[in-house]
């Protein structure tokens, strides 16, 4: 599911350029910067209603010619990523990253990540996505701050509930529940409790 982004376009006002009618943008397509669509930032539900390619699922045994992209939920997995898919895999390398990072870091440890982090917010794909990340890193109480306690870089722990907290930010603009985040580490370090992940 894409959030409802500042700079969608309503399905039903087509674009006029020099008199040429353009083709409409439909709604919950993000535009990038210079006015394309942008693929990260969309889902692929909303990619498939403007293409409307027809694509056959995968597992389909259908003729293409009858498989409307926009009945298609997910993309064949071999496709440039949509902003659920970028989402999900980066998700998984930044929660990866804060559950091995050291019990107790080193000062340089703790430089590097804050700069990883910034970087990381900067380059983003999404750019919708990567200036809310920006706006949230920017907090106060959200400012990774090397070689103070408060600073959320001092060891693994307080690292992870930093990324948590981030993530959480993010299920709450997209109205999804929040992640219960005392179970970080049986989710991305020990595996769960119940011992299926062993
Ligand atoms: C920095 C960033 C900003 C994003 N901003 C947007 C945006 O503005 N609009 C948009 O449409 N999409 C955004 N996304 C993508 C979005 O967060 C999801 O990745 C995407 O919607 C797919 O969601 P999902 O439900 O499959 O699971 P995801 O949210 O990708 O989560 C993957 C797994 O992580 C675990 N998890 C969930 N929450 C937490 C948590 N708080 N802490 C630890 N583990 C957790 C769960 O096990 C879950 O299955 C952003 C992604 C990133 C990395």
Not at 80 to 99: C, K, M, N, Q, Y
Not at 108 to 130: G, H, L
Request: glycine share 6%; charged share 30%.
């Amino acid at each position: 599911m894409a959030e409802i982004l500042p700079v969608q376009v309503d399905e039903s006002k087509s674009r006029t350029d020099g008199g040429k009618k353009k083709k409409a943008i439909p709604k919950g397509v993000v535009l990038d910067k210079d006015g394309k669509p942008c693929r990260s930032c969309t889902s692929f539900r909303d990619w498939a209603a403007m293409t409307r390619k027809k694509i056959t699922p995968p597992q389909s045994k259908e003729p293409s010619s009858t498989t409307a992209t926009a009945t298609a939920t997910s993309l064949p997995p071999d496709c440039p990523p949509d902003v659920e898919t970028l989402g999900r895999s980066t998700w998984t390398l930044l929660h990866t990253i804060a559950a091995t990072y050291p019990t107790t870091a080193p000062r340089e440890k703790q430089d590097e990540m804050k700069t990883f982090m910034n970087i990381f917010s900067r380059v983003y794909p999404c750019w919708v996505c990567a200036e809310d990340f920006q706006r949230w890193i920017e907090r106060p109480e959200n400012k990774l701050v090397p070689g103070r306690e408060e600073g959320h870089l001092g060891g693994r722990a307080s690292l992870e509930q930093w990324m948590c907290g981030a993530h959480n930010e993010v299920n709450r603009k997209l109205g999804k529940s929040e992640f219960d985040c005392r179970r970080y580490e049986e989710r991305w370090r020990t595996g769960w409790a119940d011992g299926r992940c062993d």
